[in-house]
C-alpha cells in the first residue's frame, strides 16, 4: 500500500518537471538578470557621489563640505517677530503682561516646572535658600525683595531665557511657554506675601467678611 503510494508520488513529480523543463532554461535567466539587476542597484547606491560628515572639500573656498546657512537665515517655524512672546518685552521695555491668558492649569504647569527646575537654589517657598545654596553656592536673592516685588513678570521671564549673573539661562530646558507659566507662578507666590481682599475672589470674600478675618 505504502509503496503504491510512493510509486504515484514520482510519477507526479516527473510530470511535473517535464512539463518545466523546456522553461528552466528562462527560468534561470530571469533569476541570474535579476541577482545582476539588484547588486547593480546596490552599487549605485554605494558609490554615488557625496560626502560624509565634516569631509573636506575642494568646491568651496573656505574647504569645508559642510556649510553655514546665509546670515538670518529663519528654519521653518522658527521666526520670532514676537518680542513679548519671546523676549519679554513691549516697546522695548520688560512687560508687566502676559503674551498669553493665564489659566489655571498654566499656573499648575508654572508650579510643577518651579519646583524641578528652581529650587534646588530658589526653594520652594522663593526665599532663595534651597539645598544647592546650603551647600555653597552663591544665594539668589528672596523673591520677596522689593525690587522683585515691583519688577514687571518680563524680568522673570527674561531671567530664565538670558541667565542673570550666576545664574544660567533655562531657555535650553524649558520651552518659551512654560517660562511664562513659571514667571506667572513666581508672580502667584508674591501674592502670598502681600494678601490683598481686591485678589480674593468675590465668593470667598464673603466666606473670609462673614468669618470676620
Ligand atoms: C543653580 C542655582 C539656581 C537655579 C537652579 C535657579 N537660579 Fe535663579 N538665581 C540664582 C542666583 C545665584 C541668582 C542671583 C544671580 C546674581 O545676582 O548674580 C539668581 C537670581 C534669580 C532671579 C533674580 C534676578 C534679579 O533681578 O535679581 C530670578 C527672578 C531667578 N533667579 C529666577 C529663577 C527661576 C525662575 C529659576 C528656575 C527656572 C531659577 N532662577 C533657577 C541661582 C539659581
Not at 518680542?83 to 518685552?89: D, N
Request: aromatic share 10%; charged share 25%.
Amino acid at each position: 500500500m505504502k509503496l503504491e503510494r510512493l510509486g504515484n508520488l514520482r510519477r507526479f513529480v516527473n510530470r511535473l518537471f517535464g512539463s518545466v523543463r523546456l522553461s528552466r532554461r528562462l527560468l534561470s535567466c530571469a533569476v541570474l538578470l535579476g541577482i545582476v539587476g539588484l547588486t547593480g542597484c546596490r552599487l549605485d547606491m554605494q558609490i554615488e557621489p557625496k560626502y560624509r560628515g565634516y569631509e573636506a572639500s575642494n568646491f568651496f573656498r573656505d574647504g569645508h563640505s559642510e556649510q553655514q546657512p546665509v546670515p538670518g537665515t529663519v528654519a521653518r517655524g522658527e521666526l520670532r517677530t514676537d518680542t513679548l512672546m519671546y523676549a519679554g518685552l513691549l516697546d522695548g521695555k520688560e512687560a508687566n503682561v502676559f503674551p498669553f491668558p493665564i489659566t489655571k492649569k498654566d499656573l499648575e504647569r508654572g508650579q510643577q516646572r518651579f519646583d524641578i527646575y528652581c529650587t534646588p537654589c530658589h526653594d520652594f517657598t522663593g526665599s532663595g535658600h534651597g539645598m544647592v545654596v546650603q551647600r555653597g553656592f552663591p544665594a539668589p536673592p528672596s523673591y520677596y525683595e522689593k525690587k522683585l516685588m515691583d519688577a514687571p513678570v518680563g524680568h522673570f521671564f527674561r531671567v530664565m531665557t538670558y541667565g542673570y549673573g550666576t545664574m544660567y539661562s533655562y531657555a535650553d530646558r524649558l520651552s518659551t511657554k512654560d517660562r511664562w507659566c513659571i514667571a506667572a507662578y513666581i508672580r502667584a507666590l508674591q501674592m502670598t506675601h502681600q494678601p490683598n481682599m481686591n485678589n480674593v475672589p468675590p465668593q470667598e470674600q464673603k466666606i473670609l467678611e462673614a468669618s470676620g478675618q
